[in-house]
């Protein structure tokens, strides 16, 4: 009776460990399109990725490179420091998107000139909510950010 048992509990335990191979496997297909890696300017340069990979790319946007075209295309410049990559994005920008500022495209490279369809502005860092603000006053810990 005992190998029955036996028998019963590594069967149930293989199934167990198939099922969860099978359900990682699925996992992993479904997600394929929805990883977006991250890269910098320089990494870009450095090796260029496929024309069909999307991918993230952030920095700033580089001083004097906004151009607004005809239409909604826009073009500009992001950098950070170790390379630059053109970027060119049809569409509204975010209230928050200037230059000098940092931001974060999601897009793919094409013929050298990164042609996003995602711009995401990034705020500074110093930035707090006005309730939050309010409530650390209340409290008497609040300090004037020095870059004010």
């Given at each position: 009776m005992k190998?029955?048992k036996?028998k019963?509990?590594?069967q149930?335990?293989?199934l167990a ?7 990682t496997?699925?996992i992993g297909y479904?997600?394929?399109d929805?990883?977006?890696f991250?890269r910098?300017p320089a990494q ?11 991918f993230r ?6 001083e004097?490179s ?5 239409g909604?295309?826009i ?6 420091g ?7 994005y049809t ?7 200037s230059?000098n ?5 999601t897009?793919k490279l094409?013929d050298?000139?990164?042609v996003?369809h995602?711009i ?6 110093s ?8 409530a650390?006053k209340e409290q ?6 020095s870059?004010?």
């Amino acid at each position: 009776m005992k190998s029955l048992k036996k028998k019963r509990r590594i069967q149930v335990i293989a199934l167990a460990v198939v099922a969860l191979a099978l359900s990682t496997a699925l996992i992993g297909y479904g997600m394929r399109d929805g990883i977006n890696f991250f890269r910098s300017p320089a990494q870009v340069v450095a090796e260029p990725p496929a024309p069909t990979e999307t991918f993230r790319l952030g920095g700033l946007v580089e001083e004097g490179s906004l151009v607004r075209g005809q239409g909604e295309t826009i073009t500009f410049n992001v950098t950070d420091g170790g390379g630059t990559v053109k970027v060119a994005y049809t569409g509204v920008l975010p209230d928050l998107f200037s230059e000098n500022q940092g931001m974060i495209g999601t897009g793919k490279l094409v013929d050298g000139v990164f042609v996003a369809h995602e711009i995401l502005a990034k705020h500074d860092e110093s930035y707090m909510p006005k309730e939050v603000v309010d409530a650390l006053k209340e409290q008497g810990v609040y300090q004037e950010p020095s870059g004010s």
